[in-house]
């Protein structure tokens, strides 16, 4: 008998309890705050040609996130698994490459996932300067989740993927 009025509580707790947990989601990201954010995130990624470009390929370690959660992945492979890899890894990539001349397409999408996470997906020419003075162009298409932490922007993963040459007919 007990059981019954158990039951009836749930079914009215449950339901209410969702309902304000997605009107509180719904209330931290209003459209005025989710285009604030894609402004930012929009800044971000200038920022990012930017300091690569000045920088070199040094400069990566201001921009990716030094978590467990970090990953980058080059055409299908893994590049560094975390953030300590590829912070680790980025100094041995410094010195293959002496210069990076990195541009975003224009064709820059942002996906505003909360006020501190965002999708991005972009076309990008990279003009890489190896140590030697070889100069290796490269396009291809860019995705990464950028997150806003320890008070700015930085890549919590990345992916970097160059068309496949197409089998001759």
């Known amino acids: 008998m ?27 990201l209003t459209p005025d705050r989710a285009a604030a954010v894609e402004d930012s995130v929009r800044a971000f990624t200038r920022e990012v040609a930017r300091g690569v470009t000045t920088d070199g390929p040094i400069a990566w ?3 990716f996130e030094n978590s467990p959660a970090f990953f980058m992945a080059v055409n299908g492979k893994m590049a560094f698994p975390s953030g300590a890899a590829a912070i680790a890894g980025i100094p041995n990539v410094a010195k293959i490459y002496k210069h990076i001349d990195l541009q975003w397409g224009d064709d820059l999408r942002v996906d505003v996932l909360t006020p501190a996470l965002a999708g ?30 320890e008070n ?10 160059q068309p496949v040459p197409s089998a001759p007919q």
Not at 152 to 160: C, E, K, L, T, Y
């Open 61 to 63: 370690s201001r921009f």
């Open 120 to 149: 991005l997906a972009t076309t990008y020419h990279e003009t890489l300067t190896d140590a030697a003075d070889h100069r290796i162009d490269a396009d291809g298409f860019f995705t990464g989740i950028a997150e806003y932490r």
């Open 152 to 161: 700015r922007w930085q890549f919590r993963n990345a992916h970097w993927s």
């Open 2 to 28: 007990l059981r019954w009025p158990c039951v009836l509580l749930l079914a009215i707790l449950v339901p209410a309890s969702w309902r304000e947990v997605r009107t509180g989601a719904d209330q931290s």
